[in-house]
């Protein structure tokens, strides 16, 4: 089997329903129109200009190239995971904390995939190696960025029942434990819907994908429960790290919350 | 000397310095806003702060946090609860008579927070911090939430405690004359710092 080409006629046919819509939400006064045309404009650009690069990638495929490439992409997730807060910690903790506890986790795991699981030759051959990081690390920086959001933000509301706690000598492992537990639950969600959803409410992306590139379905069902594990345990992994770390920053060695080092809302 | 203060100050407390022995109460007034409650967090070590705590003559940072906080115990004027029923924030049950000296229904101690007064809640969470037996009492308008009746059990038990256990209280208060005849000093907290009044 091979894969029918899209021609730019089909795809002007697909902007043309986006069209629609936009012209309706004018008809019907509800002035969602710019923001819709202007993010359809962005996703076409963003996405033509990752073609392009992985075209070029794809062609060089020397390691240097791939980790540079990783690096970026590692580099814009961890951007993203502070963006994302309410009240994320200030400086570069704040930065530092989401970016180790994604590359202690989706990298690894990426890496643990191509070498021991995938095996192409070689092994970072960036047809693999550059679709397996980035839905790792999508996923990765959706657990880690709810994770920490939902740690700072419970932090700064629950400021008198944890110092209540330190007040009766508790120390910071117990005046912390529901709020640890709380986070860690907060960034696994998104997973285990994903999980429980996996082929019954939606069929994955990255399934569907080899399945209209031709590939059969049991293959391409293989590769997605692989996916699928490696999401998991990235995200879970990632999720504690960040959350431990996390903890870590909000508190001084003699057992102060430091609400100080958050961002103000 | 039980409890020594020397040049405490922080972002919003301006310097104070005290000594208290034993069974010795401080009362400390002032205007709100001056830093009479950032003092008592300092002293619990809850926040930042410049200067030297001594209890006993051991300086604060050479104990580690929790346990100086279950020796110099602060009860804020907002009290926390982070569980659904009352026992589930104590150590232990009070005893009997702490019950019956603050006036609180024994049912209490099955009751869920929620359903509490704003007085009860007060009274809980000086019994809750009296179990630990702390050495130092740090106590910001323990009678604030009170009428006058239970206000003067609070006050009397309060100060029963100190009594007896040899400890010694900083009680920040707007009506001295709950603590009159108990409290030989009292500190003026001004934005230029503390000013100590009374015999020494």
Redesign the interface.
């Known amino acids: 089997m091979e894969l029918y080409n899209l021609t730019p006629f089909d795809l002007a046919l697909t902007a043309g329903l986006v069209l629609a819509l936009g012209v309706v939400q004018v008809l019907l006064g509800l002035g969602l129109f710019r923001t819709l045309a202007l993010n359809s404009l962005r996703m076409v650009l963003q996405l033509l200009l990752v073609g392009v690069i992985l075209e070029a990638v794809f062609e060089a495929a020397t390691l240097p190239w791939i980790m540079l490439i990783a690096m970026v992409m590692m580099g814009l997730a961890g951007y993203e995971v502070v963006a994302r807060q309410k009240r994320a910690i200030r400086g570069w903790h704040g930065y530092g904390i989401g970016l180790l506890a994604m590359s202690a986790t989706a990298l690894i795991v990426t890496v643990l995939a191509l070498t021991f699981a995938i095996e192409a030759d070689p092994w970072y051959r960036p047809q693999y190696a550059i679709p397996l990081l980035g839905m790792i690390l999508g996923n990765t920086m959706t657990g880690i960025g709810l994770a920490l959001n939902n740690l700072t933000q419970t932090a700064w509301r629950?400021r008198?029942?944890?110092?209540?706690?330190?007040?009766?000598?508790?120390?910071v492992r117990e005046a912390t434990a529901?709020l640890r537990s709380d986070s860690m639950r907060a960034g696994l969600i998104p997973t285990l819907n994903m999980l429980a959803a996996a082929g019954v409410i939606s069929l994955p992306g990255m399934m569907t994908g080899q399945i209209l590139a031709g590939v059969p379905p049991i293959e391409a069902v293989k590769y997605q429960i692989l996916i699928m594990f490696l999401i998991t345990a990235a995200t879970g992994f990632g999720s504690l790290i960040a959350v431990q770390l996390g903890v870590r920053r909000l508190f001084?060695p003699?057992?102060?919350?430091?609400l100080d080092r958050l961002r103000s809302g | 000397m039980l409890f020594e203060v020397k040049n405490l100050q922080g972002p919003n407390v301006p310097p104070v310095s005290f000594a208290l022995q034993a069974g010795e109460v401080l009362t400390v007034q002032g205007e709100s806003g001056v830093g009479k409650s950032q003092m008592l967090r300092a002293l619990a070590d809850l926040s930042p702060h410049e200067g030297q705590v001594y209890l006993e003559g051991v300086e604060q940072s050479t104990i580690p946090a929790a346990k100086w906080r279950r020796q110099v115990a602060l009860v804020p004027a907002e009290s926390g609860w982070w569980a659904d029923t009352v026992a589930e924030h104590f150590a232990r049950r009070p005893d009997e008579d702490r019950w019956k000296s603050l006036r609180l229904r024994p049912s209490l101690w099955d009751a869920e927070v929620e359903r509490l007064s704003s007085g009860e809640r007060q009274r809980l969470a000086v019994l809750r911090a009296l179990i630990l037996t702390p050495r130092v009492l740090l106590l910001d308008e323990p009678t604030a939430n009170l009428d006058h009746e239970n206000a003067l059990a609070m006050a009397e038990l309060l100060l029963d405690y100190v009594e007896r256990y040899k400890a010694a209280a900083v009680w920040i208060s707007h009506n001295p004359e709950e603590v009159r005849g108990h409290a030989s000093r009292w500190l003026d907290m001004t934005p230029a710092g503390g000013v100590l009044h009374g015999t020494v």
């Open positions: 629950s008198q029942e944890i110092e209540a706690r330190l007040l009766l000598g508790h120390p529901e001084d003699r057992d102060r919350l430091r």
